[in-house]
């Protein structure tokens, strides 16, 4: 290495701190010291405040496993789901060779930019008994459907809400894949599904990895959901966690569960990752 | 063409799928009856009382101002974490990568009260301020989450190449870097303001009395029923955004068709 | 550069906005922090002009929102309107401040019936002014059901299977199970509480949902035939749908009051003082009612109702007799997780 060479590094290194460092800072400010909060509460007693793990214990609670599992359900078959919806969509819309890539992700983004509540109180419009789709059915003399207070609604609306967050970072990595290398694999004498499985899709892993992601975590923390749609038929996590902070007023208990359930999410997104070779490995796990 | 057509009939079907409630707004706030179960008529009325609510003008304004400015301070500071991070080497990179995801697998419940029991700690004031900080803290990792692949996918040789030439980082980043990650910069934007948007939670918990915003008084009000100026007020933006949207996109098809035209 | 003039535009906005351009108050301000949709606004309006302070009005949608912001206290609020239990427990909590009554003079106008029953939860009436009061009840549709609907029987009944909306609210929900087999709605008792539960098992299978607010547009669209719901909403989802009726069911119910208290943190508790006076002045205490319909404890103001079906209405102001079978909530301490754990339990149980 010779001096100059010596001195580029240096700057760069020192280029590397100015870059990273305020963001190294606003993530202890904002990020790890609250965490910290949830820790110490997770891991403390309510009255005493000296050290317990009864708080993580919790979630070994029938009722609490119970509903553990059927979040955990409920929101791995909406992620699937949206997955299936969006990957096709994601390929139509890049052969339509859209010039620009921002009207595409307004379009898809626009719906949420109404109140998320009442999306979801408009959907009871729409499912329940004397409610849109029944009228159109009984109007052309078919049975009517019941939807409404399922979780086959609960799973509706999960994806209807979070379909987005799923097509926008496949979409945008799609968008990014070249043609020569879609034209190379071609002449090579691949044909369309060997191509999609062999090229576009190892290519496209990161934007499902951050669609996964997107997806999988807000569906499992959801409640809302289920108590407009679900009839409040099915008790979720989210509002297990909910009630321990607002009821019960026991944030020992509400930091505890969270905290279970946050290590749950990691492990999970780990083993997604494991699968994104490209990712050089984004998380410590 | 068989298969162009099946491949716009999907698109078609899944923006039906997206837009179907809003279609339902909207024709709500034509209803004369104050509850969405029962069609009273139709009117304008709501769209009258909408422009003498101050409540509702107010509350809009700030969540404006609030889902804007947290989106840009999110993306600014987001991007340039991204641009950080990709070069970080593994392990830090790893590091930051679950703190930046710590964020996002927390409910919506814990952040919000993590939040304010850290401001009551440095005994820092709530209103305007913590709402748009916490939001930005809240949001942020969305946008690198998004710009992070799109780092990934741009080589790095470019850059250096153009360091070489003797551009300075800061060029070499506003002009090749930033237009190869735009996308993702953009997607990220979108998403940190479309969030911001509808959060109801942190708002709530980090708020003084004087802040409202859209969501909290749709909250606030789903105990007694909702008031129909808020529908009205949806279509309003709705049909404003679309309209733009499809004129920016129309100007833009133009030019190009224009420039095409100029080229032959 | 047409983007930077809008950012600049956008952030000169919120410089005025933020700056405030209002005008001056003389008297101060009064922080109040009451339900969503609670009030009549021009009520807020008239205060302002008549005692020139400044009310700096925020909404909050059930207790358990409002609860924790009050008793962090990060925010300072002068005047706040929890529910009954709500407020016995900030009193246990120490967290209001006692009211002095050489500031309320209104109170007179208060029907000392009310005073005498938020005893129950705030004794010798020391911080707690009723607002609104109201019971819970069954709203049900006279074509689809096939006799008068008297007993909470109705809501258990497998007849009714799939017409049935249950209010999706632990002490509410365990308390008309209770109240239903017979015991107090504030029981502290194991055994009964494992009881209700039990029965609200069985009652799982003839539900249709879960809900609090949206009730209301259910049973108005006719998508039930039965439901719980608050007093306060049944005249008005009447008056939409002529079809339904509500009954306070004979083995009793639940009858809360909202009031307002003082956070002993406020910072203009005579403010908040003068607030809560002009809240029960007859006039206004009339104005609100006539808006929002819940029934006013304010015996002036029923007076002055003119349209004598509303005056007369026993739903808007039921007869002593059906107000002895009510209790009001008490705030149970560490009973109320054992309230919230068997809820739950009846929730994950599958039949």
Redesign the interface.
Known sequence: MNKREGRLAKQNRLRQHLLSTPYVLWSIGFIVLPLLMIVYYGLTSRDGGGFTLENLKLIWEPTHRATLWLSIKLSVISTIICLLIAYPLALALRALRLKSNGFVILLFMLPMWMNFLLRTIAWQNILEKNGVINMLLSAVGLPKLNIINTPTAIVLGMVYDFLPFMIIPIYNVLSKIGDDVIQAAADLGANYFQILWRVILPLSKPGIVSGLTMVFVPSLTTFVISDILGGGNILLIGKVIEQKFKMANDWNAGCGLSLVLMVFIFICMAIVQKYDKDSEGTSVW | MVKRLIQKGYIGLVIVFLYAPILVLMVLSFNGSKYRSKWGGFTFKWYRELLENEKILNALWTTLLLALFSALLATVLGTLAAVAMNRMKKLPKAIMMSITNIPILNSEIVIGISMMLLYFAISFSLGFTSVLLALTAAHMPYVILNVLPKLRQTSRSTYEAALDLGASPISAFFKIVLPDIFPGVLSGFMLAFTLALDDFVITHFTKDAKVSTLSTVIYAETRRGIEPEIYALSTIMFTAVLVLLIVVNRMKAGAAKKLAEQQK | MKKSLL?GA?VL??AM??GGCGKEYKNGEV???N????IN?DVIEMFEEEYDIEV???????N??M???VS?G??N?DVVCPSDYMVNRMIKEGLLAELNYDNIPNIKNIDPKYLKSAESFDPGNKYAVPYCWGTVGILYNKTMVDEPITSWSAIFDEKYKDEILMI?S?RDGMGIALKYLGYSMNTTDEAQLEEAKELLISQRPF????????V???M????AALGVIYSGEAIYTQR??SDLEYVVPEEGSNVWIDGWVIPKNAKNKENAEKWINFMCREDIALMNFEE?TYSTPNAAARELIEDADIKNSTIAFPDEETLNRCEAFQYLGET??VY??KW??M??TQN
């Open positions: 950012v956008l906005g919120a906005v933020l922080v109040v922090y339900w969503g949709e609670y606004e700096v009005y925020d909404e909050f949608t059930e358990e929102d609860y924790p912001i962090i990060e925010v609020y999706d632990v539900v249709q949902g879960y809900f609090v607010d949206e209301r547009n259910k108005i669209g006719e998508e939409e749908n929002i109320e997780e919230l754990e739950n339990e929730k994950t």
